[in-house]
């Protein structure tokens, strides 16, 4: 049941707030001690000591409240919340190995429900209540959903004290906003859990699982104060659950902290295999005792993710050179070093400068550069497209090796080999994020066999990746149609793409040297007084270039008045039909082959045709975009994310050619209709597939996937 609205225009004061602070202990005392920094001096009141059966359950806690039996002590509260505007509540037992009590019970959750009903009846406006994640336990995610799953007496009384709190909101409150704040593993000075950790972190014991990159949710006694000050500052009503920000850490890093030493690494199949032992073995002995002391280990070894918050996605500052200082390492891979040249050194370098350890694998080539201002490691290791099972197994090896050295936290890899081959070695050894990008389908453009092996790679690959990541939402609906995702989600970041485009290089001839260097161009390749359609790409079949030619040939039907220009060449491993080769060579076709900078010939056209029968999402149709130029592409895989029809350019449905015809010659017939799309695909391109904007989303996505590793 969600909480009721506050009454029309409830609105705390944005100044002069009058804040009243429930206890005295270690979480009560740095939150006074925030305010009065801030000038504020808040009322202190001692918390009344309270018990309650533990096996009382929620119904009967809730029949004693409405029988009266807590209006004495709620109506002492009142009166100590005389003209109170935010309430917190830090009382509570802080004892995480505690056994099951009255006492525990009645600190931590029949205490939260009685202050409220207190709170509603002084008229204050905000109750904050300071809770605890141990309220979720071992939770895969500590989130801020009403999901309670705790491993200990201490966890179970602050789970039943937030089900409490939320009964009693719905059933009698109506002008006292309610909202649990989750303290994460707090730690400081004054506290014995504290020093405890700094105990073990100094002896022999201190160890981690695996690499100990795994985020940990130990954090500041300062850090929790500063959240509830802040949202006790807060103009809009926050959510019924909070969850305290991650600040950082990593399993490792704790240890590092706390005991001025780096603890040793142990392998984690060996953890997890005792801590399960652990608990089977506290459960056998019925020691529930046991399971929170079996609780601390696992989460010394594997620490534990949690989710970003809403304090983080609605501004609350946070230590970002902590959370940047644990970023680990992220590994790429692609086949080829031109894939790796064309799409990848870039957005390695961007996400190297935003604190990342950086690694990008490919196979050796020409096209592999290495320079002093590079800021990530290009590692080479010998892989061949086509399928050779001798081959492939000594790559699979280099890579179990590769990975097993560098031991990145996330791994991701696209193309069909370096994806099959990285998502393999990830999964044998248990990297813990492993990304496999889908740039295209190469099963799209085979048959029989080929088609057949194609397919099964792409489903293995997916099979041993933790997420699998589609360049466009076309793309990702294949993959989901197909079954190729093995019962993985497939994510689209951002908008799509897998690097965007410099939108600085890819531009419309808008200077004096643009307009002088298109005219130079245009007249070098005889395009002078014609209409130029283009295609940039490799030429193999399946890229449409027979339907490319014919309707440029149907435009010449009444004169010489177009050229379709032509960058790209054959490839020896996906020969073209004779009879298409032919074709390429009619007079009104001109091929300028492989070029270095394909830019200044986007600018000699002016119209881009580009009829593929499958894309993943064609980064040549978002680079003739970004150089203002209309585009007619095919509904095939990928080219309506590419596109907006009718806005930048036109999609016609697949194998078309005579709608095809009709669209281009339209453009070809009125230049203002070609300026208009072609503005408008510049500014759809670079309001979402920019580098930046690709680069920027990839890397919170990383990030956020770090996070919840």
């Not at 789970?159 to 409490?164: H, I, Q, R």
């Not at 997890?272 to 696992?298: L, Q």
């Not at 979402?688 to 920027?696: A, G, I, L, M, Y």
Request: proline residues 5%.
């Amino acid at each position: 049941m969600s909480a009721p609205e506050p009454p029309a225009g409830h609105q705390l004061r944005a100044e002069g707030r009058r804040w009243t602070i429930i206890g005295s202990g270690f979480v009560a005392s740095s939150v006074i001690a925030a305010l009065e920094q801030d000038g504020v001096t808040p009322t202190v009141v001692h918390a009344p000591r309270l018990q309650l059966d533990p096996g009382r359950n929620l119904t009967s806690v809730l029949e004693s409240i409405a029988a009266g039996s807590y209006d004495d002590v709620i109506a002492t509260l009142t009166a100590a919340m005389d003209d109170c505007d935010v309430l917190v509540n830090a009382a509570g037992l802080a004892r995480p190995g505690a056994p099951s009590s009255a006492e525990l019970t009645g600190a931590n959750a029949l205490l939260p429900a009685v202050l409220l009903l207190a709170a509603e009846r002084a008229g204050v406006r905000r109750f904050l209540h300071v809770s605890s994640a141990a309220a979720q336990g071992r939770i895969g995610l500590l989130d801020e959903t009403r999901t309670t799953a705790p491993t200990s007496a201490y966890g179970a009384s602050k789970a039943m004290g937030e089900k409490l709190l939320l009964a009693v909101r719905d059933r009698y409150v109506s002008s006292t906003a309610v909202t649990i704040l989750r303290a994460t593993s707090v730690q400081g000075v004054s506290r014995q859990t504290s020093h405890q950790l700094a105990a073990v972190a100094r002896s022999p014991l201190a160890s981690v699982a695996g690499d100990g990159a795994a985020p940990t949710p130990v954090s500041t006694v300062d850090g929790l104060a500063r959240a509830v000050t802040w949202l006790g500052d807060l103009q809009r009503r926050p959510p019924e659950i909070v969850l305290q920000p991650w600040e950082g850490r990593t399993a490792r890093s704790v240890l590092r902290e706390y005991g001025d030493k780096e603890p040793r690494r142990l392998p984690s199949v060996v953890c997890r295999f005792a801590v399960r032992a652990g608990y089977r073995i506290s459960r056998w002995a019925n020691r529930p005792g046991a399971a929170a002391h079996v609780r601390r280990v696992e989460l010394m070894w594997f620490g534990q993710a949690q989710v970003p918050g809403w304090l983080i996605e609605n501004g609350f500052p946070v230590d970002q050179s902590k959370i940047m200082a644990a970023r680990t390492s992220v590994l790429f891979g692609a086949t080829a070093a031109l894939t790796a040249r064309v799409f990848m050194i870039d957005q390695c370098q961007y996400l190297a400068h935003q604190g990342w350890q950086v690694h990008l694998v490919s196979a050796d080539g020409p096209e592999r550069m290495v320079s002093a201002e590079q800021a990530f490691t290009w590692h080479t290791l010998a892989m061949v497209r086509p399928v050779s099972p001798h081959r492939d197994l000594v790559a699979l090896a280099r890579w179990v090796r590769l990975v097993r050295r560098i031991r990145p936290a996330i791994v991701m890899c696209g193309t069909p080999k370096a994806g099959l081959l990285g998502m393999l070695a990830a999964r044998i050894l248990r990297t813990p994020v492993r990304v496999y990008l889908v740039r295209g389908l190469r099963a799209e453009g085979l048959a029989g066999v080929a088609r057949a092996v194609s397919l099964a790679s792409e489903w293995i690959a997916c099979r041993c990746s933790t997420d699998v990541v589609a360049v466009s939402h076309g793309l990702r609906a294949r993959i989901e149609r197909d079954h190729l995702n093995a019962g993985r989600v497939v994510t689209v970041i951002g908008a799509g793409g897998s690097n965007g485009v410099d939108t600085r290089r890819f531009r419309p001839p808008t200077t004096t040297d643009d307009v002088e260097s298109q005219a130079a161009l245009r007249q070098a390749l005889g395009l002078e007084q014609r209409i130029v359609i283009g295609f940039v790409g490799r030429l193999t079949t399946g890229k449409g270039l027979a339907a490319a030619v014919a309707v440029v040939r149907r435009l010449n039907a009444g004169g010489d008045v177009a050229r379709l220009l032509i960058v790209g060449d054959f490839e020896a491993e996906h020969p073209i039909p004779a009879r298409l080769r032919a074709d390429l060579d009619r007079p009104y076709v001109v091929r300028v082959g492989r070029v270095l900078d394909t830019a200044p010939y986007y600018r000699a056209m002016d119209v881009y045709l580009h009829l593929s029968s499958f894309e993943g999402l064609s980064n040549a149709i978002l680079e003739a975009s970004a150089s203002g130029l209309p585009v007619v592409t095919s509904e095939a895989t990928g080219g309506p994310d590419a596109v907006k029809d009718g806005e930048t350019g036109y999609v016609v449905p697949l194998g078309d050619e005579d709608v095809a015809f009709e669209r281009v010659r339209a453009l070809a017939a009125a230049p203002e209709l070609r300026n208009r799309l072609g503005s408008e695909g510049r500014d759809f391109v670079c309001s979402t597939f920019s580098h930046e904007v690709v680069w920027s989303n990839l890397d919170e996505y990383l990030s956020q996937r770090l996070v919840r590793m």
